[in-house]
């Protein structure tokens, strides 16, 4: 922060001088050169009134009379002068309490508006990657440094940060075996903690030739359950169930995760290529775009006659299916108002909210609609609800027919 400060105070300095400079310098070189003027314009009109009564052109009341009033103004011209000396003399007072007040104005605004945390992290980070530098090169090469560090956990092998940071090291010098090892006995010393988890997943994933084992399908799945939107853990989810055969669920998650890469970028490129490769695959096993869209349900929502009267035309009505058991978080739901019932809608695995949670993904659900108030998708006091019975959605083959016809009930 102190060479931070000392370049501001630099800046400070040299915004005072471009303010000061020209302006004092002129009103003293105007102030110095008016004086100059008077004089010597004073002295050679007195000068010519000599010569006229030298030569006789004017008597001596006359001379005198002429005299004193270029005396006089002599005198008013450097009253002028001194006033504006005074000026100057003002202007430098103002100078002086601005060099005071425009740093310290400066300051506070930077203080509330800046962000000095941020340079201090950034300069601490600088200095810490400084230290770092060359504490490797004291410690020599990173081979060394991993071969002693390997050594020191062998004697202390309970440490599972140590054979995390460990399996880092082996992992940069592209010894995925070694690596494996070690990440391997930081995850199994902590299962529960995700970067463990993640990185003994992804660094097994590469070294058992991009297969998944029994052990890190459970971990993905184990990860998914914390973080469904990770797009990461999706694309290993998609990978898996690819290289299942399960071509549509592939396909789904790979369509879910375009909307993090514009098209026209790499990992776009990449997606949209294995998307097409995946539903050749498909077709080839005799799938088509009905796998991929999953069980079609017809459902038909209608609202109660007596509260008709007690809803708005635009209020929200949310239409979904919800697992018997299974997430919270609906398997399809779609969006609809008032003004629409009654109204007939599909629901399939495109309305998932996580591409994790699906119709397809399971045998047991319940199909809602609610009339929400607040326009939330979380039910409150005030709401209409409606629902089905419990039904299989890749065996019902009827339309299901829900009248919203209570209030909620907590």
């Known amino acids: 922060m102190i060479s931070f400060w000392i370049i501001i105070a630099i800046l400070l300095l040299i915004a005072l001088c471009f303010i000061a400079t020209p302006l004092l310098s002129t009103l003293k070189k105007k102030n110095i050169s008016r004086q100059a003027i008077n004089i010597a314009l004073h002295q050679e009109k007195l000068q010519q009134l000599e010569n006229d009564l030298h030569v006789g052109s004017i008597d001596n009341g006359q001379y005198q009379e002429n005299k004193t009033a270029l005396d006089k103004a002599l005198l008013q011209d450097t009253n002028d002068s001194h006033q504006q000396a005074n000026v100057y003399r003002h202007n430098k007072k103002t100078l002086c309490a601005l060099a005071i007040l425009f740093p310290l104005a400066v300051i506070l605004l930077y203080f509330h508006w800046g962000d000095s945390p941020r340079v201090a992290a950034y300069e601490n980070q600088i200095q810490q990657t400084v230290l770092a530098k060359k504490d490797l090169k004291r410690m020599g090469p990173i081979s060394a440094v991993a071969k002693r560090f390997q050594t020191y956990l062998n004697a202390h092998p309970k440490q599972a940060k ?130 991929i869209n999953g069980p079609q349900l017809q459902i038909h929502v209608s609202l109660a006659n007596d509260l008709k009267a007690k809803t708005n035309k635009d209020t929200v009505v949310f239409i979904y299916a919800k697992a018997l058991k299974g997430p919270v978080v609906p398997l399809a739901i779609i969006r609809k108002q008032v003004s629409n019932l009654p109204l007939d809608v599909i629901l399939n695995d495109r309305n998932a909210m996580l591409p994790t949670a699906t119709l397809s993904d399971y045998k047991q659900v319940r199909i809602f609609a ?5 326009g939330q998708a979380i039910p409150r006091t005030g709401d209409f609800i409606g629902q089905s019975k419990v039904i299989n959605p890749r065996q019902e083959k009827h339309t299901v027919n829900i009248i919203i016809n209570k209030p909620v009930k907590f």
């Open 370 to 374: 609610r009339v929400s108030k607040s």
């Open 162 to 291: 140590g054979w995390y940071l460990l399996g880092k090291l082996y992992a940069h010098q592209d010894q995925l075996p070694s690596a494996v090892m070690a990440l391997r006995k930081a995850y199994r010393l902590k299962p529960n903690n995700p970067a463990y988890a993640f990185e003994y997943l992804e660094m097994s994933y590469f070294f058992n030739h991009r297969k998944f084992t029994n052990e890190t399908r459970g971990i993905l799945h184990k990860l998914l359950q914390t973080q469904p939107r990770n797009p990461v853990l999706l694309n290993f989810l998609a990978m898996q169930k690819y290289q299942d055969k399960h071509y549509a669920k592939a396909i789904r998650i790979w369509e879910s995760l375009l909307q993090y890469f514009p098209p026209s970028s790499k990992n776009g490129t990449a997606l949209l290529k294995i998307i097409a490769k995946a539903q050749k695959d498909l077709q080839q096993h005799g799938g088509s775009q009905t796998d």
